[in-house]
Protein backbone atom coordinates (compact mmCIF):
# COMPACT_ATOMS: atom_id res chain seq x y z
CA UNK A 1 0.00 0.00 0.00
CA UNK A 2 1.40 3.35 -1.28
CA UNK A 3 1.93 5.98 1.93
CA UNK A 4 0.53 9.42 1.79
CA UNK A 5 2.25 12.12 2.81
CA UNK A 6 1.24 12.11 6.67
CA UNK A 7 2.24 8.47 6.69
CA UNK A 8 5.45 9.49 5.91
CA UNK A 9 5.86 12.40 7.89
CA UNK A 10 4.39 10.76 10.62
CA UNK A 11 7.35 8.39 10.19
CA UNK A 12 10.13 10.69 9.62
CA UNK A 13 8.95 12.52 12.85
CA UNK A 14 9.13 9.35 14.70
CA UNK A 15 12.41 8.04 13.33
CA UNK A 16 14.25 11.40 14.55
CA UNK A 17 13.09 10.31 18.17
CA UNK A 18 14.86 7.07 17.69
CA UNK A 19 18.31 7.58 19.21
CA UNK A 20 19.98 3.98 17.37
CA UNK A 21 18.89 6.03 14.35
CA UNK A 22 20.43 9.38 14.60
CA UNK A 23 23.47 7.92 15.85
CA UNK A 24 23.65 6.02 12.81
CA UNK A 25 23.05 9.34 10.34
CA UNK A 26 26.07 10.74 12.33
CA UNK A 27 28.21 7.29 11.54
CA UNK A 28 27.17 7.99 8.15
CA UNK A 29 28.24 11.11 7.68
CA UNK A 30 31.84 10.17 8.88
CA UNK A 31 32.12 7.04 7.00
CA UNK A 32 31.09 9.08 3.25
CA UNK A 33 33.32 12.21 4.12
CA UNK A 34 36.31 8.83 4.72
CA UNK A 35 35.51 7.44 1.39
CA UNK A 36 35.84 10.91 -0.40
CA UNK A 37 38.92 11.84 1.15
CA UNK A 38 40.35 8.49 0.29
CA UNK A 39 39.24 8.19 -2.66
CA UNK A 40 41.35 10.78 -4.05
CA UNK A 41 44.14 9.54 -6.59
CA UNK A 42 46.81 12.68 -5.63
CA UNK A 43 49.94 11.36 -3.96
CA UNK A 44 50.71 14.50 -2.63
CA UNK A 45 47.07 15.26 -1.56
CA UNK A 46 47.31 11.89 0.29
CA UNK A 47 49.97 12.49 2.16
CA UNK A 48 48.23 15.17 3.24
CA UNK A 49 44.98 13.76 4.31
CA UNK A 50 46.02 10.04 5.25
CA UNK A 51 45.58 10.57 8.89
CA UNK A 52 42.84 13.14 9.20
CA UNK A 53 41.04 9.99 7.61
CA UNK A 54 41.63 7.48 9.79
CA UNK A 55 40.28 10.02 12.41
CA UNK A 56 37.47 9.62 10.64
CA UNK A 57 37.15 6.29 9.88
CA UNK A 58 37.85 5.64 13.07
CA UNK A 59 35.21 7.92 14.57
CA UNK A 60 32.90 6.43 11.85
CA UNK A 61 33.35 3.13 13.84
CA UNK A 62 32.80 4.12 17.11
CA UNK A 63 29.52 5.67 16.17
CA UNK A 64 28.73 2.41 14.49
CA UNK A 65 29.65 0.68 17.81
CA UNK A 66 27.40 2.99 19.83
CA UNK A 67 24.35 2.12 17.30
CA UNK A 68 24.58 -1.36 17.54
CA UNK A 69 24.83 -0.94 21.46
CA UNK A 70 21.61 1.29 21.77
CA UNK A 71 19.66 -0.66 18.70
CA UNK A 72 20.49 -3.50 21.24
CA UNK A 73 20.25 -2.43 24.53
CA UNK A 74 18.37 0.93 24.37
CA UNK A 75 21.12 2.96 26.20
CA UNK A 76 23.53 5.41 25.07
CA UNK A 77 27.46 4.48 25.01
CA UNK A 78 30.21 6.55 25.99
CA UNK A 79 33.96 7.00 25.12
CA UNK A 80 36.02 6.21 22.42
CA UNK A 81 38.55 3.47 22.08
CA UNK A 82 37.08 0.99 20.16
CA UNK A 83 37.34 -2.63 21.69
CA UNK A 84 35.71 -1.45 24.81
CA UNK A 85 32.63 -0.50 22.79
CA UNK A 86 33.24 -3.73 21.23
CA UNK A 87 32.60 -5.55 24.13
CA UNK A 88 29.35 -3.82 24.84
CA UNK A 89 27.61 -5.38 21.97
CA UNK A 90 25.98 -8.69 22.24
CA UNK A 91 28.08 -12.43 21.55
CA UNK A 92 26.06 -13.31 18.57
CA UNK A 93 27.25 -9.63 16.69
CA UNK A 94 30.51 -9.84 17.83
CA UNK A 95 31.00 -13.01 16.19
CA UNK A 96 29.31 -11.67 12.81
CA UNK A 97 31.80 -9.02 12.37
CA UNK A 98 34.81 -11.14 13.45
CA UNK A 99 33.68 -13.34 10.26
CA UNK A 100 32.90 -10.52 7.84
CA UNK A 101 36.49 -9.12 9.52
CA UNK A 102 38.21 -12.38 8.84
CA UNK A 103 36.70 -12.57 5.17
CA UNK A 104 38.16 -8.98 5.00
CA UNK A 105 41.40 -9.54 5.48
CA UNK A 106 41.86 -13.19 3.86
CA UNK A 107 41.22 -10.99 0.35
CA UNK A 108 44.42 -10.81 -1.88
CA UNK A 109 44.91 -6.98 -1.61
CA UNK A 110 44.29 -7.25 2.10
CA UNK A 111 47.14 -10.05 2.25
CA UNK A 112 49.65 -7.86 0.30
CA UNK A 113 49.17 -4.72 2.75
CA UNK A 114 50.13 -7.32 5.57
CA UNK A 115 52.97 -8.86 3.73
CA UNK A 116 54.33 -4.73 2.94
CA UNK A 117 54.02 -4.21 6.81
CA UNK A 118 55.95 -7.32 7.85
CA UNK A 119 58.33 -5.92 5.21
CA UNK A 120 58.36 -2.72 6.78
CA UNK A 121 58.22 -3.99 10.36
CA UNK A 122 60.36 -6.79 10.20
CA UNK A 123 57.63 -8.76 12.28
CA UNK A 124 54.13 -10.46 11.48
CA UNK A 125 51.12 -8.28 12.07
CA UNK A 126 48.62 -10.09 13.58
CA UNK A 127 45.40 -10.11 11.24
CA UNK A 128 42.74 -11.07 14.11
CA UNK A 129 40.50 -8.16 14.58
CA UNK A 130 40.87 -8.43 18.33
CA UNK A 131 44.79 -7.54 17.81
CA UNK A 132 43.30 -4.77 15.92
CA UNK A 133 41.48 -3.31 18.50
CA UNK A 134 43.87 -3.68 20.77
CA UNK A 135 46.61 -1.52 19.15
CA UNK A 136 44.22 0.93 17.12
CA UNK A 137 41.16 1.24 19.22
CA UNK A 138 42.32 4.35 20.20
CA UNK A 139 43.42 6.01 17.00
CA UNK A 140 40.40 8.77 17.16
CA UNK A 141 42.03 10.26 20.40
CA UNK A 142 46.01 9.04 19.33
CA UNK A 143 45.89 10.10 16.08
CA UNK A 144 44.14 13.76 16.65
CA UNK A 145 47.24 14.10 18.94
CA UNK A 146 50.09 12.92 16.16
CA UNK A 147 51.93 15.75 16.57
CA UNK A 148 52.62 15.48 20.44
CA UNK A 149 54.97 12.77 19.73
CA UNK A 150 54.56 9.10 18.74
CA UNK A 151 51.43 7.00 19.90
CA UNK A 152 52.46 3.43 19.19
CA UNK A 153 49.15 2.90 17.67
CA UNK A 154 48.78 0.85 14.23
CA UNK A 155 45.71 1.65 12.84
CA UNK A 156 44.41 -1.43 10.53
CA UNK A 157 40.95 -0.52 10.93
CA UNK A 158 40.17 1.94 8.35
CA UNK A 159 37.42 -0.58 6.41
CA UNK A 160 36.18 -1.82 9.71
CA UNK A 161 33.09 1.20 9.47
CA UNK A 162 31.45 -0.57 6.37
CA UNK A 163 31.71 -3.74 8.35
CA UNK A 164 29.44 -2.73 11.65
CA UNK A 165 27.48 -0.37 8.74
CA UNK A 166 26.45 -3.94 7.30
CA UNK A 167 25.85 -5.82 10.75
CA UNK A 168 23.36 -3.28 11.76
CA UNK A 169 21.81 -3.53 8.25
CA UNK A 170 21.17 -7.00 8.92
CA UNK A 171 18.83 -5.76 11.67
CA UNK A 172 17.87 -2.48 10.30
CA UNK A 173 17.44 -3.29 6.32
CA UNK A 174 15.34 -0.45 5.77
CA UNK A 175 17.81 1.91 7.23
CA UNK A 176 20.07 0.90 4.03
CA UNK A 177 17.95 3.47 1.79
CA UNK A 178 18.29 6.26 3.98
CA UNK A 179 20.43 9.57 3.09
CA UNK A 180 21.09 13.15 3.85
CA UNK A 181 19.60 15.54 1.92
CA UNK A 182 20.43 18.57 1.16
CA UNK A 183 20.68 21.60 3.93
CA UNK A 184 17.32 24.08 4.36
CA UNK A 185 18.22 27.51 3.34
CA UNK A 186 18.75 29.69 6.20
CA UNK A 187 17.77 33.20 5.77
CA UNK A 188 20.27 36.05 5.20
CA UNK A 189 22.71 32.73 3.60
CA UNK A 190 20.92 32.07 -0.10
CA UNK A 191 23.45 31.30 -2.62
CA UNK A 192 23.58 34.36 -4.61
CA UNK A 193 22.01 34.66 -7.84
CA UNK A 194 24.54 34.99 -10.90
CA UNK A 195 23.99 38.00 -12.22
CA UNK A 196 25.17 37.04 -15.66
CA UNK A 197 22.30 33.92 -15.81
CA UNK A 198 19.51 34.71 -17.96
CA UNK A 199 16.05 36.39 -16.86
Request: aromatic share 8%; charged share 25%.
Amino acid sequence: MKKNRHQRRTEAAQAQKQPALKIFMNAERFRISDLILRGNSNAQIMAAIGGPALVLSAFASELYLKCLICIETGRLAHGHDLRVLFRQISEASRRNIERRWNAYVATPERQRIYAALKALEGTEISTSLDWSLRNGGDCFVALRYIHEGETGTKFLLGELPQILRDEILTSKPEWSQLGHGPMKPVPGFEEPSDPHAAP
